[in-house]
């Protein structure tokens, strides 16, 4: 077997059973390292030497969950939960909630989209926008596996279908790019329109996979407790004393001067970390809660995102030992010498070995280098089309970004509705996207293939 593929069993494995993932991602990760045959001190250097990848990140969802918590305190969020609550009469059953439901899910996958493609902040919306909206939600008793699974389409499928914005880096910079490289010396010329028409079948299955989601497979209500964020039980005040603290007017404009603030912060410095301080700090010279709290709220919103971050540390740790084995790429390699003349067979390998790349690596944008110059001449040699080409590679790189328990398609999700510690990460966020979309993903992807 594979180092590659034994490794990402090993981890989606103990991750399923309940082990921490951070504990699955090490010891899947010494473990292929072993079985590569590379030794226990090159072992721990390629994981050491990853790690720094993932610290970015991590440190700015703390600072983002830091945010979060200080606009809590603020009364704010319980204020407008609050609101909506006696705006809409929720007390009430029937077709109301469930207009109520479908435009709450919209407004998210609205904003979901809009990070990939019209302001391009990523994941880092999740955090502030999502935590105040779970009294609301359990109001509703909307299951929450939806919601994760509205949102990780919303941050997946944009930018493997629209040029613009993450599309734009994905779609043309990398994909469209390795693409013409490999397939240079093959006559092979892509042109950047062909490449969302490529896509849109394989993003049809997601946006099926979305449907079965919301109106099928979670569609039923869920009961959740009215809990505090975590990390805010142990404050000296209540969590929802500031919604009985009347802002000032004043208060009121330096609460959306921060959100503001943070948004454009981080799109001309494009740093999540300097939009989170940015925010924080004038929340912290607004009063909106007592100076001297200061390091408990931005304690407790670390905290909070504790979880998330040692994974995207440890992910990036795995991925390094991966990629130090040799073993991803013979694994492209070797896939290719079992096909045989079988054209069919030739699209689902591909795109299986894609699945496993992309759940090994944590991102589709790194995938792509690996398997273009190998995926290209071998499509092309099986005789698909250009279209199909860039169907297969794209679709293939795409294939476990959503579904991966180390992915920030799933730990975005994660990070917003588990701040009440009522979302568990592997099976409220990592099992259904895997199902809703790598699957659909995985057929209409070799659907694409064989039609285009």
């Not at 001067?257 to 912290?284: E, P």
């Not at 390091?295 to 998330?308: H, I, P, S």
Request: aromatic share 8%; glycine share 10%.
């Amino acid at each position: 077997m594979n180092a590659v593929v034994l490794a990402i069993l090993i981890m989606v494995t103990l991750s399923l059973a309940r082990v921490s993932v951070v504990f699955a991602l090490i010891v899947a990760a010494l473990v292929g390292g072993l079985y590569a045959g590379m030794p226990l001190g090159g072992i721990l250097d390629a994981f050491n030497g990853g790690l720094g990848n993932g610290a970015t990140v991590a440190i700015s969802y703390a600072v983002l969950g830091a945010f979060a918590v200080a606009l809590s305190r603020s009364g704010i969020t319980q204020a407008l939960a609050r609101r909506a609550i006696e705006r809409f009469h929720l007390e009430g059953s029937g077709q109301r909630q469930h207009r109520v439901v479908l435009a709450l899910l919209g407004c998210l996958l609205l904003a979901a989209i809009s990070s990939q493609n019209l302001i391009p902040v990523h994941i880092a919306f999740i955090p502030i926008l999502v935590p105040p909206l779970l009294a609301l939600m359990n109001r509703l008793r909307l299951d929450r596996r939806a919601v994760a699974c509205v949102i990780t389409f919303g941050i997946t499928a944009p930018y493997m279908l629209l040029p613009v914005g993450f599309g734009a880096i994905f779609l043309n910079d990398i994909l469209l790019n390795n693409l013409n490289t490999s397939g240079a010396e093959f006559g092979l010329q892509i042109e950047a329109a062909q490449v969302p028409l490529a896509m849109a079948i394989p993003i049809g299955g997601m946006a099926l996979g979305l449907l079965v989601a919301v109106f099928f497979s979670y569609r039923r209500q869920r009961t959740y407790e009215d809990r505090a964020l975590v990390g805010q039980q142990d404050s000296e005040e209540p969590a929802s004393a500031g919604a009985d603290r009347p802002l000032r007017g004043w208060q009121k404009i330096v609460l959306a001067a921060s959100l503001v603030g943070t948004l454009v912060v981080q799109l001309l410095t494009d740093s999540m970390v300097l939009g989170g301080l940015f925010g924080f700090a004038l929340l912290s010279a607004s009063g909106v809660f007592r100076w001297r709290e200061q390091d408990d709220v931005f304690t407790e919103g670390m905290r909070m995102m504790a979880q998330v971050g040692f994974i995207m540390i440890a992910a990036a740790g795995f991925a390094g030992v991966m990629q130090a084995t040799g073993s991803v790429e013979s694994l492209v390699t070797s896939s290719a010498a079992m096909i045989g003349d079988h054209k069919g067979l030739a699209a689902l390998i591909m795109l299986l070995v894609g699945l496993f790349i992309t759940m090994g690596i944590g991102s589709s944008f790194s995938t792509i280098p690996i398997i273009a110059s190998l995926y290209v001449p071998l499509a092309l040699s099986f005789g698909f089309s250009p279209l199909a080409t860039v169907a297969l590679v794209g679709t293939a790189a795409a294939l476990g970004d959503a579904g991966s328990p180390a992915s920030d398609s799933t730990l975005g999700p994660t990070a917003g509705l588990n701040a009440d510690g009522q979302h568990d990460h592997i099976w409220d966020s990592v099992v259904p996207t895997f199902l809703h979309y790598n699957v659909p993903l995985l057929i209409f992807g070799w659907v694409a293939a064989m039609v285009l």
